[in-house]
């Protein structure tokens, strides 16, 4: 397969796979036409793998001005919707964009110019990395979509399916991002980004419900911001460089910053850009747009916060990262790390399980932008790691969720008692994808203590980290006490599931174990030449089936020469946690004798075994338990002030550290 076909198939083929299953409003056949592209995807992602770094320019100038009509059409859509909806942010943003584009291209003339921009796909290890993700696991979080639209649209007793339309933006949404990882031309890069965006205003207003119009319009103009932080960034490379195309590559820009040949009036467009990334990942004050997204049906949610949308935000800081010049790379990583601290203390207070993942994934998108900020070779092995790992496991939880609520229909934590025994497998898969976010043998950990033996040239983004750290445990151990806290029963039924919950489920649940155990050669054969895309890889951290963790302290062995904190035995790991699981398998073998009623001080109404008790002049009360969430100090009402007040002034002091430097 030659490398046109393969660009083909992984930008292409979605958007054919869409149009058809727009068209086709048979049930199985729809299903059928997601499951081939999902399988196509995958085989040529993995094909990628095998092909290496390459470079591609179509021969045609034809796409060039394809992707323009498509560019302005998009932005005439944002203003008809800006319109429609009597939404002046939408529509400003739109203006923003499509007159100061207008005007460059065809009032200042550079519309020949921008032909000339080459390559406009370049394919390295890290833009393999994230075609990868995004094929592989958006494909699986597609195949579940069926029969979860099914389910969805059978409960809400829709007359008319809207599942061909659903379909279209969910798949589509691929192959834009695949075009957006794999260009270089940044033209082309604006143009699959706003792709994404009207994907993801699309998916979230699906069921057309007040709230969900509402929050896919916030989701648009803001990050219809970013689009305009774009443009502004295009046109400055454009005109203070002598209205020449050179710095219009992203591949131009990088080589420019490791040579130091990028110059400090540069700083502003990257920063630019840099901030254009940090919106689409939800970082703070932009997390709303991804909180409101929690409307939509739940493969949207797992698909913009696992492979998709939020992971466009973070690959371009990360890809930008070598242009950052020192002051810049701290501002970056202390609003990473700032983050990473107030969605871990906001994730505490949330009684949703939707927004309480939807809070973890913002912290730890936060984690990466911090990584990348930091720009040595520890920090970014920590980011892909934290890439692929935190996409494997929040695509599951996602997924888990979504089964969770199609089978009690509520996304309550409280109403999530006693899951252990109504839905076992469900909750067995939903509390092994929780401890993969914060416990060893898994993936993230290794990713997180990389980041915090990293993070340590900037303390006070190391300080908000450690401070973050200790807030996510609070909020897992949280929610999966109340998966366990059920009295056990004898004669447990697992529960079925359909074929298009279980393979995806199954798939990511072997992931986590597969990506944990292989994380030495997955570094070593994989992860270190996409790093090796980002900063100069001067050691190996993956010696046979471990990971060396760089420190500062104390020095490993002269042969390497390297500074160790220590290393991360993952088969050491993996058997602990093998005996470990034995345990709480004993709690499906109880005995009958074994069995003992909740403990009431011997005031149980009736049956030892009745929930309810004698209360206040002996009237009946029923027991009921509840959570605490610490509403009164981590709450959004008691902390959103300050976040936003704290999140805007340190986006102001980096862009006035840059415009200051700039001029």
Request: proline share 4%; with cysteine.
């Amino acid at each position: 397969m030659s490398l046109e076909w393969m660009l083909a198939v992984a930008i292409l083929l979605p958007l054919i796979a869409g149009i058809l299953v727009y068209l086709i409003r048979h049930y199985q056949t729809r299903g059928l036409i997601v499951i081939v592209t999902a399988v196509v995807l995958i085989v040529n992602s993995i094909y990628f793998l095998r092909w290496g770094p390459d470079t591609f320019t179509p021969g045609s100038p034809m796409w060039g001005t394809i992707i323009t009509i498509l560019d302005y059409a998009m932005l005439l859509f944002y203003i008809y919707v800006g319109l429609s909806l009597k939404n002046w942010l939408v529509l400003l943003f739109a203006l923003t964009q499509v007159i100061p584009l207008a005007w460059w291209e065809f009032g200042a003339g550079a519309s020949t110019a921008l032909e000339k921009i080459s390559p406009a796909f370049v394919i390295d290890q890290l833009s393999i990395v994230m075609v990868m993700v995004i094929s592989i696991i958006g494909s699986l979080i597609c195949v579940y979509a069926i029969r979860y639209m099914y389910d969805h649209e059978e409960h809400k007793k829709l007359e008319k399916s809207r599942q061909p339309r659903f379909f279209f933006w969910l798949v589509m949404f691929l192959g834009a991002m695949n075009g957006l990882v794999l260009a270089d031309n940044l033209m082309w890069l604006y143009f699959f980004w706003e792709v994404t965006t009207l994907c993801c205003f699309q998916l979230i207003a699906h069921d057309l419900t007040k709230e969900a119009i509402n929050n896919g319009a916030r989701a648009l103009w803001m990050n219809s911001i970013g689009g305009t932080a774009m443009v502004a960034a295009m046109m400055y490379l454009y005109f203070t460089n002598g209205n020449s195309v050179d710095y219009l590559t992203l591949s131009n820009i990088i080589e420019a910053g490791r040579n130091g040949s990028l110059g400090a009036t540069l700083m502003l467009p990257v920063a630019l850009m840099c901030f254009t990334g940090m919106i689409k990942a939800a970082q703070m004050p932009f997390q709303n747009w991804l909180l409101g997204a929690m409307v939509a049906p739940t493969p949207v949610s797992a698909l913009l916060h696992s492979s998709t949308m939020v992971k466009a935000g973070v690959y371009l800081v990360i890809r930008l990262a070598p242009a950052f010049d020192p002051v810049l790379g701290v501002m970056v990583a202390i609003c990473g790390a700032f983050t990473f601290f107030a969605a871990s203390v906001l994730a505490i207070s949330q009684t949703t399980g939707k927004r309480v993942l939807a809070y973890s994934t913002i912290a730890n998108l936060g984690l990466i932008v911090a990584c990348a900020g930091i720009n040595t070779e520890l920090s970014i092995s920590a980011a892909i790691l934290l890439i692929i790992f935190h996409a494997i496991s929040k695509g599951l939880l996602f997924l888990c969720a979504g089964t969770i609520e199609h089978q009690i229909w509520s996304r309550e934590i409280e109403d999530m008692e006693g899951l252990a025994e109504k839905a076992p497998l469900t909750t067995f898969i939903t509390i092994t994808g929780m401890l993969s976010m914060f416990l060893p043998p898994f993936g993230m950990l290794l990713g997180k203590w990389m980041a915090l033996e990293a993070v340590y040239v900037v303390p006070l983004a190391a300080i908000l980290f450690v401070l973050a750290s200790a807030a996510t445990m609070v909020f897992w151990a949280k929610w999966l006490g109340r998966l366990l806290q059920v009295t056990p029963r004898l004669g447990r039924k697992i529960e079925s599931l359909s074929l298009s919950y279980t393979v995806p489920l199954w798939s990511l649940f072997a992931g986590i174990f597969a990506f944990g155990i292989g994380v030495a050669p997955l570094y070593d054969k994989f992860v270190r030449a996409a790093v090796g895309n980002v900063v100069t890889v001067q050691h190996a951290f993956a010696e046979g089936w471990n990971i060396l963790i760089p420190g500062a302290a104390t020095t490993l062995s002269a042969e390497k020469g390297i500074e160790m904190l220590g290393s991360y035995p993952v088969w050491p790991l993996f058997i602990v946690f093998a005996v470990a699981i034995v345990l709480p398998l004993l709690l499906v073998s109880l005995k009958p004798q074994e069995l003992r009623p909740v403990y009431l001080c011997g005031e149980q109404a009736g049956d030892v075994d009745t929930d309810e008790w004698y209360g206040a002049a002996d009237q009946k009360t029923k027991l009921e338990l509840g959570g605490y969430y610490f509403k009164g100090a981590a709450s959004e009402e008691a902390l959103n002030t300050w976040v936003y007040l704290i999140a805007i002034a340190l986006f102001v002091i980096m862009f006035g550290i840059v415009v200051g430097v700039s001029l």
